[in-house]
């Protein structure tokens, strides 16, 4: 079957059947139709098919013969002790033609997650990765690809999307890759979950059109995105063809209320340490992000908890802190400007979730308060020229406009917040900005530098909509903003999701925060301590400190107008627990932020180096690499390269497609292609009807 966008095909068979013409005009007007459609569309759009069978076959150009593509199965095995995760992502690449194949697979991982293990599996033998610097590591995996050995690479393309490359899979056989991560579970909104990404939506590169195009090597396409002025990585993202399967070991420490999965159907059972949570079924498409939810059988006001690990000579203390629900019956008088993202990735559920999520928000309101509505695509306009009172006038005006808007078009978000920043604040209230997107852009980085140095004195909050969002941004826009951030998979929690988010929005629970360690020590945090920390919103601290603390944590802030302090216990814990790994992981995090910002970059550039190399870590500058010293590829027979397609988000506009995609949804060709099939068709009509004389 062809790679054509449904919608595409909607407007064919209704533009056909706008008439009736003779059998052989029929014939002549679909066939030139057809030619037309597929001149119009990209070239890789007609060079990218489906069989049916599942697998994937790609021609290198139009009259090459097709070739089946590298296929990737998952398997995800988490062992959740406490609040700390061990996450073990199996990848097993299969080559199915009579070839040497290079193969490559993009996937997304949490933006926590801490990459630390690589193991390469060739029959009975495991390779185990090592840590280099990034230029080195490329270097011996290409080499040992050149001399015909197995080889795997680990790469980070972003802070939440890695690279796998496995070299020379010979012909009908498989290698198997395992990568493990570490990343904490904190109590959030009166519940842990256990996020496991699964799908990406590409990302859309503002005034940059990236054509689709042949599949190409790693290192080619980064090199062609970095001309033209980006470093996105090309993720070719198809409908869904992996599968997956998935098992969580849960052993959270204390009695349970509830476990769940939000998205998937699960098989559970009961050991003598916790519980046992696997799919169900054996063919799971791998198409949206995975969720398991528990639930404590009691849950206190407030959770807090100090655990640290020797290493060395050093102590590394991992801070976790749930502040208190009950907020104050007073609440401050707010500006809330709401900016809703209606680009063409937000197209299908998305989009739906979208404007149920807003329209709950302006419901929310009370007297008093002031707001606007922001709508962004490729421009960015405004419900009003400025925030208006609540009132049932500008309510209904509002929910009017929200009802109107779709999906279509790029995503351009910078217009949006510069439109809302423009807006001067009204005196007295408190300003605060709400933004609801999938964040799937390419330019992370300018707008959460953007927000940093715009957003003065209000909060800025992220609603993160649709199947698989770009978590790090929402995350990131929302530390920029001083605020939270939620995210919203599926209708059914828009409710939920939304009441939890305006907790969070009419009044911090702890402002002020500080943190006195016994002895006067003084810890390098891993990151800045927030200036305010919301209701239900978990607080995670992560430090190093050159000695070994004795004594009780001192937690100190301000809630509900009062002093509020608490003194905690630092409970050791065994060695390699990972809190260390943990810390660098994060330490990274806000080095990069840094970086981003205008900091010396060739000494952030070090530092993040040695960190990474020191505790073993996948970053920007350092990857985990592994060569099985034994030939495999018989000399004087070449291989070639192949990108296993990533699984597009269920709903999405990917989901329907086999080619490279683009955030923006290519409705104006479409449009303009229906309009020249409607004039085109009527011509033909014309043609075919006999010609009549009028009557004497």
Known sequence: MSSRNPSEKIVLTRTLSLRRPEP????????????????????????????????????????????????????????????VARVYVTQEFTNPTADWVEGMYVFPLTTTAAVDELLMHVGERTIRGEIQRREKARAIYEQARTEGRRASLV????????????????????????????????YRDGRYTLHLPLAITPRYTPGVMLEPSAPLAIEQALAVNTALGT????????????????????????????????????????????????????????????????????????????????????????VMLT???????????????????????????????????????????????????????????SLFAAPQPITTASRALASRFIASLAASGGTEMRPALELAFAAPPSEGLLRQIVFITDGCVSNETELITLIRNRLGAGR???????????????????????????????????????????????????VDLELNWPGGATPELAASMPGDVYAGDPLVILARLSTRPKGMLTLAGRSLGHAWVRQLPITFVAEQAGIAKLWARERIGELSRQKSFGADAPQMEARITELALQHHLVSEFTSLVAVDNTPARPAGIADRSDQAPTPAPVGSYWSNTTAFARTATPAPLLLFIGLVILAFTGVLYRLSVPCRLPRA
């Open 323 to 381: 502040p208190p629900q009950q907020l104050s019956q007073q609440k401050d008088r707010r500006e809330v400007e709401f900016i809703i993202d209606t680009s063409g990735s937000m197209y299908g559920p998305s989009m739906e979730q979208a404007r149920a999520a807003l329209q709950l928000g302006v419901a929310r309101l009370a007297d008093g308060d002031r707001f606007n509505v922001i709508r962004f695509s490729n421009d960015a306009t």
């Open 460 to 510: 800025l909050f992220t609603v993160g909509i649709g199947a698989a969002p770009n978590s790090y941004f929402l995350r990131e826009a929302a530390v920029a903003g001083r605020g939270s951030f939620t995210l919203i998979a599926q209708r059914e929690q828009v409710g939920e999701r939304i009441q939890d988010l305006f907790l969070k929005l009419e009044q911090p629970a702890l």
């Open 231 to 318: 470093t996105a990585t090309p993720e070719r993202v198809t409908s869904a063809q992996q599968q997956v399967r998935i098992e969580v070991e849960l052993a959270p420490g204390f009695p349970l209320q509830s476990v769940r999965s939000v998205h998937h159907t699960v098989d559970m059972s009961q050991d003598a340490v916790g519980r046992r949570i696997k799919l169900e079924g054996t063919h799971v498409p791998a198409d949206h992000d995975f969720e398991l939810v528990w639930t404590p059988a009691v849950i206190p006001d407030m959770q807090a908890a100090v655990f640290a690990e020797r290493l060395g000579e050093e102590t590394y203390a991992l």
């Open 155 to 186: 790469d980070q393309e972003r802070p939440n999307m890695f690279t796998t490359s496995v070299a020379n899979i010979g012909p009908q056989s498989s290698i198997t890759v395992e990568i493990a991560y570490l990343e904490t579970i904190p």
């Open 24 to 83: 052989i005009w029929n014939w002549l007007a679909l066939l030139v139709l057809l030619s037309l459609g597929l001149g119009w569309l990209p070239a890789s759009a007609v060079q990218v098919s489906e069989v049916q069978s599942g697998s994937l076959l790609l021609k290198s150009a139009p009259d090459a013969e097709a070739v089946e593509a590298v296929r990737v199965s998952t398997a995800i095995r988490a062992q959740v002790t406490g609040n």
